[in-house]
């Protein structure tokens, strides 16, 4: 049984940061690639970023390079989303997701309930 739990979003003002955190409960954990997916109201899903089951590989969507960081530790089965230097364009349900593979492009095989963060103006 999968279980992905995202915890520390919440409201912050434009120009500040917010640290997302994900548990994951799977076993292999350093088998598969995770990322951060979000969603906000009117607008498409959006895959963020994305990491390898190692954490060696990165990719980010374009309008948050430079300013969120997507990182994991494999110990204890968590994966992190710095995100400094927020708009209110960054406004969204951020979802933790797996893959079963050890690197994707986007493609998820499961999701998490999702955390909310608002930017501020």
């Known amino acids: 049984q999968v279980a992905l739990v995202e915890s520390g979003g919440g409201l912050v003002q434009a120009g500040g940061s917010l640290r997302l955190s994900c548990a994951a409960s799977?076993?292999?954990?350093?088998?598969?690639?995770m990322g951060w997916i979000r969603q906000a109201p009117g607008k498409e899903r959006e895959t963020v970023a994305i990491i390898s089951g190692t954490g060696r590989s990165t990719h980010y969507v374009d309008s948050v390079k430079g300013r969120f960081t997507i990182s994991r530790d494999n110990a204890l089965n968590m994966v992190h989303l710095q995100m400094n230097s927020l708009e209110p364009g960054d406004t969204a349900v951020y979802h933790c997701?797996?893959?079963?593979?050890?690197?994707?492009?986007?493609?998820?095989?499961?999701w998490g309930q999702g955390t909310q963060v608002t930017v501020s103006s």
């Open positions: 799977i076993p292999n954990f350093n088998k598969h690639a």
């Open positions: 997701a797996q893959s079963n593979l050890p690197w994707t492009t986007g493609a998820f095989d499961y």
